[in-house]
């Protein structure tokens, strides 16, 4: 029996800005087994299966959204107001 070998499952993993180290239940990093898109200079990556849109630019969730359109104009947004504006908001909740 001749068996193609099955691509290797890769996972990305990224940095939860809104992890606290002394308390509360958002892991320190999120973890995704999807292919991302590109859009904006942002990756997007659907998370949880028709839940939530995870918008990374440089290792970093900068927004979480329900769908991917949110995602697109999240991404457009940060880009439009400078990345690094958004990395600094880690503390606000999406």
């Known amino acids: 029996m001749n068996r193609r070998a099955q691509p290797a499952r890769v996972t990305a993993r990224y940095r939860n800005p809104w992890h606290r180290p002394n308390g509360g ?3 320190q990093f999120y973890e995704s087994d999807c292919r991302p898109f590109e859009h904006a200079g942002c990756l997007i990556y659907q998370r949880i299966k028709g839940c939530v849109w995870d918008v990374v630019y440089d290792g970093v969730c900068i927004r979480q959204c329900a769908g991917p359109n949110g995602a697109k104009e999240a991404a457009e947004r940060a880009k439009a107001n400078g ?3 958004e990395l600094r908001r880690g503390s606000d909740r999406p």
């Open 25 to 27: 239940a958002d892991p």
């Open 83 to 85: 990345y690094h504006a």
